[in-house]
Nanobody, 121 residues
Framework: QVQLVESGGGLVQAGGSLKLSCAAS????????MGWYRQAPGKQRELVAQ???????DYADSVKGRFTISRDNAKNTIYLQMNMLKPEDTAVYYC???????????????WGRGTQVTVSS
C-alpha cells in the first residue's frame, strides 16, 4: 500500500504565497504521474497541476503563471508553489499519484486526505 501525506495548507491573504508538499511512502517501484487536484465547496474536484515521470508538466488555465509543480524523486515528494493567490483558489487540495507497486503488475492511483487552502480577500 501507499500513503500520501500532504502539508503546507493554511490561511493567506490575496496576493500571498503558500507551498504544499506531498510525500509518498510504501511499496513504490516507480511513480508514473503525480499531481494536485482541488475541490471547492459545491464544485467538482479539478486538476490543478500534474508532473510526469519525465518531468513534463500540465496546469489548469486558471493557475498558469502563478503555480509551479515540482518533484524530488529521491524523497518521492512533490511540491506545489502557489504565488499570487486569489480568493477563488480557496479549496481543499489533494495530492494524487499513479504508481507501479513493487512486485505487482499494472498501475495504481492513490489520493491524499487533502489540505485546506483559504485565501482571504
Amino acid at each position: 500500500q501507499v500513503q500520501l501525506v500532504e502539508s503546507g495548507g493554511g490561511l493567506v491573504q490575496a496576493g500571498g504565497s503558500l507551498k504544499l508538499s506531498c510525500a509518498a511512502s510504501g511499496s513504490i517501484f516507480s511513480i508514473v504521474t503525480m499531481g494536485w487536484y482541488r475541490q471547492a465547496p459545491g464544485k467538482q474536484r479539478e486538476l490543478v497541476a500534474q508532473i510526469t515521470s519525465g518531468s513534463s508538466t500540465d496546469y489548469a488555465d486558471s493557475v498558469k503563471g502563478r503555480f509551479t509543480i515540482s518533484r524530488d524523486n529521491a524523497k518521492n515528494t512533490i511540491y506545489l508553489q502557489m504565488n499570487m493567490l486569489k480568493p477563488e483558489d480557496t479549496a481543499v487540495y489533494y495530492c494524487n499519484q499513479k504508481v507501479v507497486l513493487t512486485g505487482k503488475a499494472g498501475t495504481y492511483i492513490y489520493w491524499g486526505r487533502g489540505t485546506q487552502v483559504t485565501v482571504s480577500s
